[in-house]
């Protein structure tokens, strides 16, 4: 907005008002992919995971190079919708249905759009929840990745009236049979000393947990490099001078930055997790700030066959990381079933692991 | 310089006295710019600008794929000049005529060279002011950059005599009709949504000034980055133990970042300035340190016609960064004509938009 | 290790029992490196050689393209071995006949394995010392580089027997008649204007010793970003919350990091010093920390012919690092043999020259 008399050429986002169901946002900025996106986010989060880096071990899984990170695609397109749908959030509340299509690749370019699913207003009048669709395509058309996200949003103005509150049905998890194992994705030769873990599908059981042992301390510099690699805007990543007054008194770290370092630590104990197919859920419990150190554990909740697909298998997956606290106990909440202070984010994703 | 009773076998840089009108310095290290050049800029910046991060935008704006960013380009180029041009400068001072040629794309080389174009001892007999045009070229001998800058460089001996004086004749600015507009450049089916502006060429009025809102902040470790990344090697920005007994008490950030910052934040409100097309004037105004939260606003100036290109237009454009303060009352100048001390960069340049 | 009654899935690392002369591990994934390394690396460490990040002065050098930097080659096959070899490691020790082979160019794969030599319980019955001499190879079999390290590892078991005490002869140092030029290299057309040093082998006397002059201070983020580009896992870069209560209340700096540092600051003296043929040696002699500065000195120890490479020759330098202290008096021990508190780094190395 200017202050100048001209006519506004900024945008200051949306706000609760602006968002109605059924509506449709087109995200500025398709993203084209490169190998050094895949690079950056291996010096960020420390990830291991083979395939991502390994032009061997891409194509012992079958596939013709090293396809970009799941969850690195995950927060290029979230950064797309960020202008639009959260730059005026107060907290991102969940996630559901995210389902990863084709694998994306260095060269590739993802064009996001959102669609409102819902809408609700907060009783205090001041805040509302506002449920998306993302989706994000290929040049080609082909799906990315789709997932549902809610936010509470401000409102432009309190005393506006209260849309008619549409809360959209969501599952809570994607079923198995809706999993989709992208094309070429078939493991017949792949080699488990140079994935870097012996362990299989067949190797994990249902309510098994795993201490993933190390911790990774979060710098200032490196969640902005992340945050800004995935043009995400949030102002409360990055303008230091204006959250000194804000909620927290410092910058809050992007939750997805969070769960990449989690992901990354789960190598230790999940090392031939090879992809990610869908995201059930997701909890960012407590605030994250620089100079904390993220441990992490992971709970296996279900096993699932992927029909047509004999060389693989896929394992419903609890990620929860910690701050400052060892995973060796588990942590996860208090006896009044509220999340632990050290607790800062719960997710639960669907894996897809050679047999 | 040993200290061992060898031949000297370092640089110790260029002092005053080793310049002299006429003369022709060949910058070392030829740089091949590469994709990842490109991506740990905007992981650096922020930057939203479609044509550099988008192979659709590029093809949309006429181009065969994303070119480099005009500013990362320029402190490529600078970054050749400072071991010959400014590791002793006590100052940047200015900016003047520079002018960009053809795009950069990755794996183009760039070699630079400066030409002194003139040099004046100050009253205190210790430093001097040297100006220098440097240009560079790719290695098919295609201009692309040239640009004035002057810098006031410690002499060697303050006893040695000063020179004949000569100040060269500077444009304030340069003129709208030697404008380059880079070939290829010809955005007809630009898509406005997707760029992340709707404002064009004709949206924009002289004396328009715009607030960009956000603030980054910028780490130590991000400006040393940046600064890396353009091989720029004063010491100024690296050296904590040397600089905690300097000027300042610590590392200064260079101010081609706080620049790089600065347009990065205009995007937003300036979305569609797709090039720079020439540097009018710039200054650095006050120093900038790590911490500090840069913000920026911008005032259209002149507009003009791109004969020859009925699809574009040029904005002449002030972009001014602050520090620690929002844009919102468009600080300058206190009332005696000085910068106010949160104004860090002060800087002019032609913009080129679709119409 | 679960602590949940399931079988371990996570990895501790192996422990001094866990190493026998003759073993050969397999280390895992294997690496493609991609121009975003090398970009990365430049940004990380300020190196400037120009045959890395410039295609023109590589081709002057006889080479089809920049080639990765052999330290940056080194750190990628070092990380492999960690989680093999150090991840329970007290202490680097120190490293010998190191040889570089074919140069790495990107989208090489390296792949990497260890052959433990030696191993000797020390006399405290809680740790030994291991020896292992770690290869890597690329997909076509070609060597890239293989050396010796040894390293201070605990015992899983103080009360475990003592191994019968094996411990390598190693050399001082790579013969000169060992070295490898690699295939290509054959600087008949170099530009030392353009090269940034107008030194060449004859220049340089055997006991000659330069002053590199310049400081670099190393921040959090930076190193870190370093050694995870790498893939090395040692904790003690990484966990701020569990070194708090470590051996020094801090994170240590990746030794090799300092390294790449030291012989970046190194181009100012020896700009010329195209490869890293050879590791002689070398001793982190003290930690390193950040915001630590780091300044080098290096000492020409020895020259020599390389037969049939008429346009190269050898120099044996030795570089050493220091913390918070200028190099302009070369310190080095301390009137009783040891290293002086500010020497960080002791390192020797053949590196090979246009003549």
Redesign the interface.
């Known amino acids: ?4 008399g ?2 506004a ?4 986002g949306n706000f609760f008002e602006d968002f109605s169901p059924g509506q449709v946002i ?1 995200h ?5 992919v ?7 986010y ?5 990830s ?1 995971f ?1 395939i991502h ?5 891409a194509r012992m899984a079958g596939l013709p190079r ?1 396809p970009i990170e799941d969850l690195l695609a995950f927060h290029l397109v979230f950064g797309r919708s960020v ?1 639009d749908i959260s730059q005026n959030a107060v907290a991102n509340l969940g996630y559901a249905e995210g389902r990863f299509g084709t694998l994306l690749y260095p ?1 590739d ?1 993802i ?1 996001a759009s959102s669609t409102v699913l819902g809408v609700k207003e907060n009783s205090n009048g001041r805040t509302g929840t506002v449920w998306v669709r993302t989706e994000a395509r290929k ?1 080609d058309g082909r799906d990315v990745l789709s997932y549902v996200r809610w936010v509470m949003v401000n409102k432009r103005d309190p005393a506006s009236p209260a849309p008619e509150p549409i809360v959209p049905k969501l599952p809570d998890q994607v079923a198995a049979d809706r999993l989709k194992v992208p094309p070429g994705l078939r493991p017949r030769h792949f080699n488990r ?5 012996l ?1 299989r599908f067949d ?3 249902v309510g ?10 979060i ?4 969640h ?3 945050t ?2 995935y ?1 995400n ?1 949030a ?1 409360v990543h ?5 959250e000194r007054d804000g909620r927290f008194g410092r ?1 809050l770290v992007y939750g997805g930055h969070v769960l990449s370092v989690a992901r990354a630590l789960s190598f ?4 031939n997790v090879l992809h990610v197919a869908a995201i059930n859920g997701g909890t960012h419990a407590n605030p994250v700030f620089a ?1 904390d ?1 993220i441990y992490a554990w992971s709970e296996i909740l279900d096993r699932a066959d992927l029909p047509g697909h004999p060389d693989l298998g896929a394992l419903r997956i609890r990620l929860v990381a910690l701050k ?1 606290c ?1 995973a ?3 942590p996860l909440r208090d006896t009044g079933g509220s999340y632990r202070p050290e607790v800062v984010l719960d997710f639960d994703y669907w894996g897809i692991l050679p047999r």
């Open positions: 907005m200017t202050h100048d001209s006519a050429k900024t945008s200051a087109h500025a900025t398709p993203r084209t490169t190998e050094a996106d895949a690079t950056l291996l010096a960020l989060t420390g291991r083979g880096c390994s032009a061997a071990l090293p202008p060269h370019t064009t040049d000393v140079l994935s870097g873990s362990h190797s994990y059981a098994e947990r795993i201490d993933h042992v190390d911790g990774m301390t710098d200032e510099a490196e902005r490099l992340a800004r690699l043009q805007t102002a990055f303008n230091a001078h204006r910058c230790n104990g999940l090392g100079g150190t400052d060892p060796r106990d588990f």
